[in-house]
């Protein structure tokens, strides 16, 4: 069972920057995808952006411009967040689908808050 171990989020205010970052707890042998999804207070989980293996990149258009998905060759995957606004607020789950069988995997969420 794959573990992601994600961490960065905090507080900010609007404008500002943050940087999340999610490392599978195994070595992962075929990754399809990587990224990260957002859920508000009584909203759906929605797409931020993924990376898959062969670096193509999908991002929501909410934050198309603002943020960057990027990924290492250890499948560590970051999100750049910059002027972050207060629609940003929610928890960021980091999310991994394996090549193959396409099992998806999911981190525990980590909270993203944007307040003056």
């Known amino acids: 069972q794959v573990q992601l171990v994600e961490s960065g989020g905090g507080l900010v205010q609007p404008g500002g920057s943050l940087r999340l970052s999610c490392t599978p707890s195994s070595t992962i042998s075929s990754v399809y995808a990587m990224g990260w999804y957002r859920q508000a207070p009584g909203e759906q989980r929605e797409l931020v952006a993924t990376i898959r293996a062969g670096g193509h990149t999908n991002y929501a258009d909410s934050v198309k411009g603002r943020f960057t998905v990027s990924r290492t060759n250890a499948n560590t995957v970051y999100l750049q967040m910059n002027n972050l606004s207060p629609e940003d607020t929610a928890v960021y789950y980091c999310?991994?689908?394996?090549?193959?069988?396409?099992?998806?995997?999911w981190g525990q969420g980590t909270q993203v808050t944007v307040r003056g």
């Open positions: 999310y991994l689908k394996i090549g193959g069988w396409g099992t998806e995997y």
